[in-house]
């Protein structure tokens, strides 16, 4: 999306932009909303969760392991390892970001960072107005909480069934995110995945280790070697 004009980004430009992430992330928020029901969660825990975090699969994540009796210092280092990819998002729109844009505008800016968000953002060739990204973030951010209300909402009159089978839009949500990955690294991350697989089954099952630390072990080794396999395959091209 190369801007005609070298005019300033606008709120409405944000906001016509956001509406089709909008789009994707009310189902998915409905998703979410129905899984925090079937944890025994009230609407307004619902609903705080996606205020105070907006990280789709982190919080997909986070609602499996406090489904799995995982500690607070468990959830805390597995949420942060799955979302410490906006640092660097953050990081890249902050370059972009237009000059004078400091303190709590700046933070609330990094808060609406997401995947879509930075995608969108990133493909214009001008700097971004705080105007035009809190437009963007905000269309988003209100797809995403509005969705996880209705979710809960609905929630209450769907057949207890079909609320279980909702748990797995987590592995959809991650599925998609390797799909991403393998189009853009190939067969060497299917490799990576299937290690850290394969390592969180071992330490659950043989070693009886909880659910928590045993996903952040297997996450922290699949991405050494990531690094390490990634690194080496981009050398040699």
């Given at each position: 999306m190369e801007s005609a004009t070298h005019d300033k980004l606008t709120f409405r430009e944000g906001c016509i932009e956001g509406f089709p992430i909008f789009v994707g992330y009310f189902p998915t928020a409905m998703a979410?909303?129905?899984?925090?029901?079937?944890?025994?969660m009230?609407?307004?825990?619902?609903?705080?969760?996606?205020?105070?975090?907006?990280?789709?699969?982190?919080?997909?994540?986070?609602?499996?392991?406090?489904?799995?009796?995982?500690?607070?210092?468990?959830?805390?280092?597995?949420?942060?390892?799955?979302?410490?990819?906006?640092?660097?998002?953050?990081?890249?729109?902050?370059?972009?970001?237009?000059?004078?844009?400091?303190?709590?505008?700046?933070a609330l800016l990094a808060h609406g960072t997401t995947d879509e968000v930075f995608s969108v953002a990133v493909l214009h060739r001008q700097p971004i107005s705080k105007e035009y990204l809190a437009g963007l973030e905000l269309t988003a951010y209100s797809g995403w909480v509005s969705g996880t209300a209705v979710g809960f909402l609905v929630g209450m009159i769907l057949p207890s069934a079909l609320q279980l089978a909702?748990?797995?839009?987590?592995?959809?949500?991650?599925?998609?995110?390797?799909?991403?990955?393998?189009?853009?690294?190939?067969?060497?991350?299917?490799?990576?995945?299937?290690?850290?697989?394969?390592?969180?089954?071992?330490?659950?099952?043989?070693w009886s280790l909880a659910i928590g630390w045993s996903f952040v072990i297997s996450m922290l080794s699949a991405s050494f070697l990531g690094a390490l396999v990634i690194r080496d395959s981009e050398g040699e091209v």
């Open positions: 979410f909303g129905l899984v925090c029901r079937d944890l025994g009230r609407i307004w825990e619902a609903v705080l969760f996606s205020l105070t975090n907006f990280a789709g699969s982190g919080q997909f994540l986070a609602a499996n392991l406090i489904g799995g009796g995982a500690l607070l210092a468990e959830l805390f280092v597995s949420v942060l390892l799955v979302n410490l990819r906006y640092s660097f998002m953050g990081a890249e729109l902050n370059r972009n970001l237009e000059k004078g844009v400091t303190g709590w505008r700046k909702v748990g797995v839009t987590l592995y959809a949500m991650f599925s998609s995110l390797l799909a991403q990955e393998f189009h853009q690294k190939g067969f060497r991350v299917l490799a990576i995945a299937g290690f850290s697989a394969a390592l969180n089954s071992y330490l659950i099952v043989q």
